[in-house]
């Protein structure tokens, strides 16, 4: 069936360093990856996504790389601060289908 | 706006207990889901409801049962628990069910069945 693997599983940097997570999915009709972030005790929320038309997206510190042809997509986050420290999770979708396939994902720790 | 709310955040079964889970959402979004998260397995999908009035199983239906009362709440039952059940249960909301549309999660509920 359908699988998104996500790495590392967690992830230590110190504050001003960027972070990146991999994620590799295996249907190959998925075109739609969005990026969820968790903080302590809440639910996950939506911090950026990128459909299979684009390549990279950008938002502030955060941005999403996509290959199509690797089936590979990373979340970056450059000069991380304290208040980013929390579990991301990477998902994919395919056109037409309600059903979100996670990643296992990454406790991230900002080392102040 | 409240979001996504669940109820209750907290709560301990005993093997064979029953109980359901409320949700509502009043964002006037057409599709809700279940979730379940487990340690080291990310969120699976229990069952998911793409409009009032029909529901669908998802990767983790067994010992599950969903009723969608109205657009706004979606409530997850468990008939008869197990410490298999242990989980954090998160509720989420979509403006539809399909893809590119944002999941709008609850803060979730967190199970123990002993």
């Known amino acids: 069936g359908e699988n998104v693997e996500q790495h590392p599983s967690t992830l230590s940097v110190q504050e001003g360093d960027s972070a990146v997570i991999k994620c590799t999915y295996s249907?190959?009709?998925?075109?739609?990856f969005p990026w969820y972030k968790q903080e302590l005790g809440k639910g996950p929320q939506l911090i950026i996504d990128?459909?299979?038309?684009?390549g990279e997206k950008k938002d502030q510190r955060i941005a999403v790389t996509l290959n199509k042809t690797a089936k590979h997509f990373s979340l970056h986050i450059t000069e991380t601060q304290p208040e980013d420290s929390a579990v991301y999770f990477c998902?994919?979708?395919?056109?037409?289908?309600?059903?979100?396939?996670f990643g296992t994902g990454t406790r991230l720790k900002v080392l102040a | 706006n409240a979001g996504v709310t669940q109820t209750p955040k907290f709560q301990v079964l005993k093997t064979g207990q029953s109980m359901t889970l409320q949700c509502a959402q009043d964002?006037?979004?057409?599709?809700m889901y279940w979730y379940r998260q487990d340690p080291g397995m990310g969120l699976r999908l229990i069952y998911y409801?793409?409009?009032?009035?029909?529901?669908d199983k998802g990767e983790v239906p067994n010992g599950y049962n969903v009723s969608r009362l109205n657009k706004r709440e979606f409530s997850l039952r468990l008939e008869s628990a197990a410490p298999s059940q242990t989980s954090v249960y998160f509720c989420?909301?979509?403006?539809?069910?399909?893809?590119?549309?944002?999941?709008?999660f609850g803060p979730g509920t967190r199970l123990t069945v002993l």
């Open positions: 989420a909301s979509s403006e539809a069910g399909r893809a590119y549309n944002e999941q709008f």
């Open positions: 249907d190959s009709a998925s075109n739609y």
């Open positions: 990128i459909r299979s038309n684009v």
């Open positions: 998902a994919a979708i395919s056109s037409g289908t309600y059903k979100y396939i």
């Open positions: 964002m006037n979004h057409n599709s």
């Open positions: 409801s793409a409009s009032e009035g029909t529901t």
